[in-house]
């Protein structure tokens, strides 16, 4: 009973390790690792597992290690990991001394293989994959043993030191474990641990040509490093017998405890590495850190705060079934953060040109203020003048009952500014609005009026000639369904990109405090949004993504988000 009280309110892992802690497992240590493949950035999904693994280590004392499973050389680069060091820094995590590589432990592997095969664990198989996969059998029938399984183990000996010399090309020979071709489970169906591969390693050039799967690297890596907890998502389920087979068959000193989560599935994305690269490389994206993109590099280059994100990973929690969560608590989350800590200023996006006929041509500053959810923010100057820009969408000529904004003849405020009267509208040889003449009131000075009248409608506005242009992109999600891979017979998951993922708005209207921004910084466009000024930009050629809305703007219209 009282080991249930002090694992009431967890989630099943945390309660798992807590009791482990409370019997004296592992000696009633908590160690636990990070081991991303170094052949993508990583993404929201990862960033899950990342709070999970270094969360659960912090909460007692432990800690987690960071180790790269870079045991295919085909698919991984130096640059990726680079790049995944990069993030994980920015979401606000430290690993201290602690960084490891699976290729670091490729002589050990290799000489534990070696073993296996002593202990006639292990065979030499020359089948090609395909006749590998031929013989597996099925769910309900048993699979057919290599010709190659009784070896003795002086000759598989002599073949894996042979393989290791390279006398065998690619798909040549394989080793595989000895263990059940009738087994239920198809991956203990005598499944491949090494196989040739002559392709030059990032870190260990060409000193290597085998290498072990995932499946035989990472358990020796977990027990090498002793590890005590392997926290893994839901696929690695039918792989647990075989992380315990290999370290039982090898009697190893340290046996972590493999556990299963839920992995993390948003909305209308992908999650898959592999149809991320797909989509780089067909060019729908300018890469792995484009704003679009579910990759940690693109949500910071969009401005979403590492805080945001790992409160949304903590309110997921941790489950044992899977499920998708809407892109729109993600956006929540960042709303929320960003509510908080980001500055505000004035953007016209779609400038309209107006003219106050009646101020004078002395330019003048007003105070805004900084961020009215934190006081301490304080205020600032604007500067503002006769010739302002407002949004065009704040002006219709002949406006419908409920348009409380800008139209001949009314009366609207300028935030923190004056009440002004349009008096006459400007149009082009076609017909088009292209200024509007307007008067205002100086007794109205900051926003009210002192005979108390009121306005409905207040408007954000930019001085025309202090104005900072700049461009503005506005993203909506990358596809247009929420299951992207749920595709029809014959179709394709690239059929659901959203056409409207990206829209790029030149020579946009910003306040002039702006042009101090930093790459990087985020803030709140008043009545626009939030947004961040890309990392790409430069000086000359400022460029400001937007992060999210102000509101939630999810509508379920024909399956599309609107907004």
């Not at 991984?76 to 490891?100: K, P, T």
């Not at 592997?109 to 090609?128: I, Q, T």
């Not at 959810?373 to 100057?381: F, I, L, M």
Request: glycine letters at 8%.
């Amino acid at each position: 009973m009282e080991d249930q009280a002090e694992t009431a309110g967890l989630d099943f892992i945390r309660s798992i390790v807590a009791t482990d802690v409370a019997s004296g497992k592992h000696g009633g240590a908590v160690v636990t690792r990070f081991p991303p493949e170094p052949s993508g950035h990583l993404h929201i999904g990862h960033a899950k597992a990342i709070c999970l693994d270094f969360g659960v280590a912090a909460e007692h004392g432990g800690r987690c290690h960071l180790r790269f499973d870079d045991t295919n050389p085909t698919r991984e680069e130096g640059e990726f990991v680079e790049a995944i060091l990069r993030d994980l820094r920015w979401l606000g995590f430290d690993w201290g001394e602690y960084l490891y590589y699976a290729s670091d432990y490729f002589e050990r592997l290799y000489d534990y293989a070696v073993e296996l095969v002593g202990r006639g664990k292990a065979f030499v198989c020359d089948l090609s994959s395909e006749e590998i996969a031929a013989r597996r059998g099925t769910l309900t029938e048993a699979g057919t043993p290599s010709p190659f399984r009784e070896r003795s183990v002086e000759e598989n000996l002599d073949l894996f030191a042979r393989m290791k010399a390279g006398e065998f090309e690619n798909g040549e020979r394989t080793l595989r474990a000895r263990i059940d071709m009738a087994s239920p489970n198809l991956v203990m169906r005598d499944p491949i641990l090494y196989r040739v591969h002559k392709v030059p390693h990032h870190r260990t050039g060409e000193q290597w040509c085998i290498y072990p799967l995932y499946d035989f690297a990472h358990c020796l890596s977990d027990s090498v490093e002793g590890i005590t907890h392997s926290l893994c998502s839901l696929e690695f389920v039918d792989r647990r017998a075989l992380y315990d087979w290999i370290l039982d068959a090898l009697e190893t000193p340290c046996h972590p405890q493999q556990i299963e989560f839920a992995r993390l599935n948003l909305s209308h994305t992908v999650m898959s590495k592999r149809v991320l690269r797909e989509i780089i490389e067909a060019g729908h994206v300018e890469g792995w850190d484009d704003p679009r993109m579910p990759t940690l590099s693109g949500m910071r280059r969009r401005g979403y705060p590492p805080a945001a994100l790992r409160s949304f990973c903590e309110g997921v929690g941790v489950a044992k079934r899977a499920n998708t969560i809407e892109m729109a608590r993600l956006e929540h989350s960042v709303r929320e953060e960003l509510n908080r800590t980001a500055p505000r200023a004035m953007a016209v996006l779609d400038p309209l040109r107006v003219v106050i006929e009646n101020y004078p041509e002395e330019d003048e500053e007003l105070e805004a203020v900084n961020n009215p959810e934190d006081p301490s923010a304080g205020t600032r100057r604007v500067p503002f003048s006769r010739e302002l820009f407002i949004e065009r969408a704040d002006f219709m000529e002949d406006p419908p009952k409920k348009f409380f904004r800008l139209a001949p003849g009314r009366e609207v405020r300028l935030r923190y500014a004056y009440f002004i009267t349009c008096e006459e509208v400007v149009k082009d040889a076609e017909g088009h609005v292209v200024e509007l003449r307007c008067r205002y009131d100086p007794a109205t000075r900051g926003g009210d009026a002192p005979d108390g009248r009121k306005v409905k409608g207040t408007l954000h506005w930019v001085s025309q000639r202090h104005a900072v242009r700049a461009e503005v992109r506005l993203y909506e999600t990358l596809f247009e369904v929420e299951d992207p891979m749920d595709v029809p017979e014959g179709g394709h998951f690239l059929d659901h990109l959203n056409p409207d993922s990206l829209r790029r708005l030149e020579d946009c209207a910003l306040e002039p405090a702006l042009a101090a921004a930093e790459v990087g910084s985020r803030w709140q466009f008043e009545r626009q949004g939030y947004f961040c000024l890309d990392g790409r930009s430069t000086p000359e050629a400022p460029v400001w993504n937007r992060s999210v809305t102000l509101r939630d703007s999810w509508a379920k219209v024909s399956g599309k988000r609107k907004g």
